[in-house]
């Protein structure tokens, strides 16, 4: 009669077998993951542990080793695979069907690796700090992004629906959940960022794998994770900038790489944009309302001060031809963003603006604002304007404003260059006496 009882483990780590027990053979196994020791199937050169007691006998001859892929393993892509041990940091680990990782060599997607951070965080803390978050967002957390009903509806229903089938969705809004968790709790500011970096680096892994083949399948949570990835990275580095412990960052060198950001991954979701649009969960974002909608008072204020620019670079007989044709162009397509922006039934003019203008810059501009060209820097301040009105209603904002003013002004120091900042100055320091919108606030950041 044959024996009743588990299957013996013939591949286990060696881990479990100095133990005892049985392995389950994962990567790494869960006793190894418990125990906060490194398993010996994810590396082989990982020593067992010192047993505690001496061994009967060591003249048993040793059997030669075998290795085999493991009986069970967690399906790719899911939640659970992609949390890590205690001691084993999985983000950096190299995925054989990401080809195209940073650590490749042949990085397709740098504007997106910028900000892949890999930070460690207890495999154990982890589950909270996810129901946490998941909680936040369902609750709260989409109602800070200002949408109007049908929008909020989708994005805390649909949009989370969509994360369980791609889970790099998921991470994005957990990872965009924690840094907002982060925002408002500063006593525990630390840990929620952690959390939202482990999440954040996930998701931006998941979404460069993706970009490499847009399908109808994928495309919307795809659409999805493109809007909310710059959020979150705006809301990372803004508390970046906060933290005494952190790496000093420059402003406007922050600001060059979540332009590209958005230019890298807007321009492959453009292409099955179309089909997004026109059917699929997410169609109804897309569709403006049939009424009107609030003005925003500072769109027309800078459009009156667009000749006033152009006579700037006009004038300006510093610059070469190049450099004055390259400035017109980029004032020439602020002008057009306003305009577009100040339709009368449009939601969310502040963050279409704010998100549309950088998605059509040239890499001369770019280079330029790297380059601290002050012609650049003077378009970028009429553009933070609108960064400055916007932090008032949305959080991930806030600090902006000031960190960019400080970096600008510390590089234009003469005329004409600091007289032709002077008039964003006031219209910023005029937004600093009004009333901010209905926002939580937290020390050490400013609007």
Known sequence: MPRLGHKK??????????????CDELKPCSNCARHGVLCSLLDPNAPPPV?????????????????????????????LSAIPSKHVDQSTATDPSEGD????????????????????????????????????????????LSLPPHST?????VVSKEG??????????????????AHNKPDRRADYYAAGTHHQDH????????????????????????TLIP???????????????????????????????????GRVIAAAQMGIMMSGPFQHLFKDPVHETAPQPLFQKMLERIPMLTALFDDDESLDEDS????????????????????????????????????????????????????????????????????????FLRGWADRIVQAVTDELTEDPWREAIEWPLQQMDALRVMAPSAVPEVENLEI
């Open 9 to 22: 483990s013939r591949t286990g780590c060696r881990q479990c077998k100095a133990r005892h027990v049985k």
């Open 51 to 79: 047993p505690t007691v001496a061994s009967s006998s060591s003249s048993s001859t040793t059997a030669p080793k075998k290795t085999a892929k493991p009986k069970t393993e967690f399906q790719e892509g899911s939640v």
């Open 101 to 144: 990782s940073p650590r490749s060599g042949s990085d397709n997607f740098p504007f997106i690796t910028n900000f892949v951070k890999r930070r460690e965080i207890s495999e154990v803390d982890l589950w909270l700090y996810d129901l946490e978050a998941m909680h936040h967002w369902m609750t709260d957390g989409v109602e800070t």
């Open 153 to 157: 509806h989708i994005w805390r229903t």
């Open 164 to 181: 369980l089938k791609h889970t790099f969705l998921l991470h994005e809004i957990l990872a965009l959940s924690s840094f907002q968790l």
């Open 203 to 226: 998701a931006l892994r998941g979404m460069r794998k993706l970009l490499q083949n847009i399908t109808d399948e994928n495309a919307p949570s795809a659409f999805a994770a493109s």
């Open 231 to 265: 959020i979150s990275v705006f809301a990372s580095r803004g508390l970046d900038a906060v933290d005494p412990d952190a790496v000093p960052h420059n402003a406007l060198d922050d600001l060059a790489d979540i332009f590209n950001l958005i230019q890298g991954i």
């Open 324 to 395: 004055r044709r390259d400035l017109l162009g980029f004032v020439t397509g602020m002008r057009e963003n306003l305009l577009r922006c100040s339709r009368p039934c449009m939601e969310n003019r502040d963050m279409r603006f704010l998100f549309y203008w950088p998605f059509h810059l040239s890499p001369n501009f770019m280079f330029g604002l790297r380059q601290r060209s002050p012609g650049a820097l003077v378009i970028i301040m009429h553009w933070t304007i609108i960064v400055a009105a916007a932090a008032r209603t949305y959080w």
